[in-house]
C-alpha cells in the first residue's frame, strides 16, 4: 500500500514539473482563424439597356452593373471603359453618354476590369436622321451648361442663353473652334461652326463648368 502511494505521488510530482517556466503548467490557446474575406471576385457586367434606338443628335447614357461570381451585386467595382465601334455613326463618352451622329447602326462596347479579370458586354446602336444645323446650350441651372454636350452638322451653329450670373465659353487653342463668348449674362450669342471636329468649352469663371460642340 504505502508503495503504490509512494508511486502515486512521484507520477504527480512529475506531471506538475512538466508544466515549466511560471505559466503554471497552462497551455495557450490556439490562434483565432483569420476572417473571412469580403472581397467579390468580377462574374460578369450588365447594362440596363440591350441596344439603343436614337435620333442623330439626341443621347442616352449606358449604365454598368458588375456582379461577382455568386450574382451579387459589386458596389463599388471600378471604372467601366467604354468604346464605338464606328464613330461616325456614334460617339460615347467616358461616362457611356452615347450620342447619335449620323443614320446607321454600330456596337458599343462596354470593358470592366477588376482584380486580374475583365469581363465585356456590347450595346447595339441604331440612329437614324441626320444632324440638326442648330442646337441650343442653357446655363440658367445654374454653374454648368445644359445640355453638356451637343452635336450638329457641319457650318451650323450653336446658341448659349445666359441668365443673370456671369459666364463665358472659352475653346482655348483649338483648330477650327469659333471665337469665345465673352463674360456674359442675361443674353444669347450664337457661334458658327465651319469646321468638322470635337470641341471642348468650358467657363473660366466657374471650376468644373464645362462642355462640348461636337460637329460632322
Request: proline content about 6%.
Amino acid at each position: 500500500m504505502q508503495l503504490t502511494r509512494l508511486a502515486c505521488l512521484m507520477v504527480a510530482s512529475t506531471l506538475l514539473g512538466c508544466g515549466g517556466g511560471g505559466d503554471g503548467g497552462t497551455t495557450q490557446p490556439p490562434p483565432p482563424p483569420p476572417p473571412p474575406t469580403t472581397t467579390q471576385t468580377l462574374g460578369s457586367i450588365t447594362t440596363n439597356v440591350n441596344s439603343l434606338n436614337l435620333t442623330a443628335g439626341n443621347t442616352q447614357t449606358i449604365i454598368v452593373t458588375a456582379l461577382d461570381t455568386q450574382g451579387s451585386v459589386i458596389a463599388n467595382p471600378g471604372t467601366p471603359t467604354f468604346s464605338v465601334q464606328q464613330s461616325a455613326i456614334a460617339d460615347v463618352d467616358g461616362q457611356g453618354l452615347v450620342l447619335g451622329i449620323s443614320a446607321g447602326t454600330t456596337q458599343v462596347t462596354v470593358s470592366l476590369a477588376r482584380g486580374g479579370i475583365t469581363k465585356t458586354s456590347s450595346v447595339t446602336v441604331t440612329v437614324t436622321g441626320s444632324l440638326p444645323i442648330a442646337a441650343s446650350v442653357s446655363t440658367l441651372s445654374g454653374d454648368v451648361f445644359t445640355p453638356r454636350t451637343v452635336a450638329i452638322a457641319r457650318g451650323g451653329s450653336v446658341s448659349w442663353t445666359f441668365g443673370a450670373t456671369i459666364h463665358n465659353v472659352t475653346f482655348g487653342a483649338a483648330s477650327g473652334a469659333p471665337s469665345n463668348v465673352g463674360n456674359v449674362s442675361g443674353s444669347t450669342e450664337s457661334r458658327t461652326f465651319t469646321t468638322a471636329g470635337n470641341f471642348l468649352y468650358d467657363c473660366t469663371l466657374h471650376a468644373g463648368m464645362n462642355g462640348q460642340v461636337i460637329v460632322r
